[in-house]
C-alpha cells in the first residue's frame, strides 16, 4: 500500500514560470518530509526538506509547504530552469523510525 | 571527496539465479541504505545497516539479504531471482543513522535485469 503518493506523472512548465509538485501520504505518524531530485542515470540528491513542526521551508527557489491537516506537501520552483527538468521524489519519515516512504515521483520538463 | 560507488551497473541474470550487489559509501559515512526502484512503486526502502548491524528493513521476502563489513562497505544479496526483481537498486549512505541530522547521499544504482 503505498502511504505516499505522486499522482502527477508528468509536469510540464514554460521556463521562467512556478512549477508545482504535489504529494499527499496516509499516515499521520510521519513527521519529517523531504524532496530528491534525479537526473537519469544519476542516484537521487537531496534537495529541501521540512519538519512537520512547520508548515513552510524555503531555499533559494525551492520552497516546500505542509498542510498537515490535509496530509499534503508542495515543491514549488520559481523560476523554473531547464536545469530543474528531472524526476521529483517526495519522500517521508515516521515519527518512530528512519526508514524512508517515498513516492512514485513526478517528472518535470522545463521547456525554454 | 569521491561519492556513492555501485557495482556492477548493469546485471543481467536468468529466473532462480542469484546476484550480489556492492556498495561503496562516502569515505567517512558509517550508515548504508539499499532501495528497490521500479516504474509502478517508486523508491522502496530495503534495509538500512550502521555500523555493521542491520537497523532496519523493509517489507521485502527474505531472499533480500544485506550485510555491512568494517570498512562501511556493503553488499546485497538476491537469491532464487524472479522477473519481478528487475529494477533499479540504490545505495545511500549517511555519516550517521539519523535521517534528520544526516543528508543521504544516493550512488548512481545498480540496473538488475532479470530474463
Known amino acids: 500500500d503505498q502511504q505516499v503518493k505522486q499522482n502527477s506523472p508528468s509536469l510540464s512548465v514554460q521556463e521562467g514560470r512556478i512549477s508545482i509538485l504535489n504529494c499527499d501520504y496516509t499516515?499521520?505518524?510521519?513527521?519529517?518530509f523531504l524532496w530528491y531530485k534525479k537526473y537519469p542515470a544519476e542516484g537521487p540528491t537531496f534537495l529541501i526538506s521540512i519538519s512537520s513542526i512547520k508548515d513552510k521551508n524555503e531555499d533559494g527557489r525551492f520552497t516546500v509547504f505542509l498542510n498537515k491537516s490535509a496530509k499534503h506537501l508542495s515543491l514549488h520552483i520559481v523560476p523554473s530552469q531547464p536545469g530543474d527538468s528531472a524526476v521529483y521524489f517526495c519522500?517521508?519519515?515516521?515519527?518512530?523510525?528512519?526508514?524512508?516512504?517515498f513516492g512514485t515521483g513526478t517528472s518535470l520538463t522545463v521547456i525554454p | 571527496k569521491a561519492g556513492v560507488t555501485q557495482t556492477p551497473r548493469y546485471l543481467i541474470k536468468t529466473r532462480g539465479q542469484q546476484v550480489t550487489l556492492s556498495c561503496s559509501p562516502i569515505?567517512?559515512?558509517?550508515?548504508v541504505s539499499w532501495y528497490q526502484q521500479t516504474p509502478g512503486q517508486g523508491l522502496q526502502f530495503l534495509f538500512e545497516y550502521f555500523s555493521e548491524t542491520q537497523r532496519n528493513k523493509g517489507n521485502f521476502p527474505g531472499r533480500f539479504s544485506g550485510r555491512q563489513f568494517s570498512n562501511s562497505r556493503s553488499e546485497m544479496n538476491v537469491s532464487t531471482l524472479e522477473l519481478g526483481d528487475s529494477a533499479l537498486y540504490l545505495c545511500a549512505s549517511s555519516l550517521g543513522p539519523s535521517a534528520r541530522l544526516y543528508e543521504q547521499y544516493f550512488g548512481p544504482g545498480t540496473r538488475l535485469t532479470v530474463t
Open positions: 499516515n499521520s505518524m510521519f513527521d519529517y
Open positions: 519522500a517521508a519519515l515516521l515519527n518512530t523510525g528512519n526508514q524512508f516512504y
Open positions: 569515505s567517512g559515512h558509517r550508515s
